[in-house]
């Protein structure tokens, strides 16, 4: 089944960087492109000067934008892929999202910096709204003042904390390993009690205070269940039990290990009211080295609480 996957450019090397990893993401034999360019209306209406206030005409805008998705769509037609191309206008985030339901499209990859550069464009903005409001999963890459070239998917991160929530990533990591036969790293990090905060509605149901031993345990032990799952698929697996905050964890585990790419839910052992893009999974886009591919929880997905005593808070 072939794959559709939404890329928004406007025309800047930054926005352009996510096609890089779109290659490796996607391939031309399973995989349909729909380029999106988008306008802000606001910003060509009209230029204010001294005692005068000038018309744009945007019909050069316009003319401009169609020859810069026509020459992508040509470019990226030559290497085999199916490729459509949307010219609109209108808010970036809330087009990016309209388009990406109209076109009923299973992915949206995009860069966290747009034509304003590293300066303007930052996460926060169009990309944190884009992961909030989309009903599909989000591909997320950083780019770099100076780019360095796209390497192929050899180890994906998944970070569990034994939810059904977080667990949702797994399945998108298994297809991608599979296709591009890579190794699958597990994580699970263990944090201690004082950190967990009121956010954990399980805190005050534990009947005793779990040793940092005993955590890393049940963390080792569930982590290692997930891992022969996945050899049992054929997919090599390594799991990585630390200690410490998520976010933080998974940043370094990717930097000592040579992560290609992380694949992680948006919501975890706290359900859909707290581990939000916003805490740890917009934590970890701004800190990892890597692209991050956002698994957004569905309506419906139920709220699942672990025993404690198996599996430890990753929030």
Known sequence: MKRKILVPLDG??????????????????????????????????????????????????????????????????????????VLSDGDVASTIC??????????????????????????GSV???????????????????????????????VPLDGSHLAERALSEAVELAKANKSEIWLLQSVEFPEYWGEEYPGMHALPSMISTEEQETAAREYLQQSAEQLASQGISAQIVVTTGHAASAISDTV?????????????????????????????????????????????GDPLHEPDPQKSIPAS
């Open 12 to 85: 800047s090397p930054f926005a352009e960087r996510v096609l890089a990893f779109v290659r490796h993401l996607a391939k031309p034999s399973s995989s349909e492109l729909v380029l999106v360019h988008i306008s802000q209306p606001s910003q060509y209406y009209s230029v204010v000067v001294p005692d005068a206030v000038h018309t744009v005409d945007l019909t050069h805008w316009q003319e401009h934008a169609e020859k810069y998705l026509q020459r992508k769509v040509y470019e990226l037609q030559s290497e085999g892929y199916e490729v459509q191309s």
């Open 98 to 123: 309209d388009v990406a339901d109209a076109q009923n499209v299973d992915l949206i990859a995009m860069t966290t910096h747009g034509r304003s550069g590293i300066e303007k464009w930052v996460l």
């Open 127 to 157: 990309a944190d709204r884009v992961v909030r409001s989309a009903r599909q999963p989000v591909f997320l890459v950083r780019p770099q003042e100076e780019p360095t070239p796209a390497t192929p998917i050899q180890r994906i991160l």
């Open 255 to 299: 930097a000592d290990n040579e992560i290609d790419l992380i694949v992680m839910s948006t919501h975890g052992r706290s359900g859909l009211s707290r581990w939000v893009f916003g805490s740890v999974a917009e934590k970890v886009v701004r800190l990892a080295e890597c692209p991050v591919l956002l698994i957004r929880a569905q309506d």
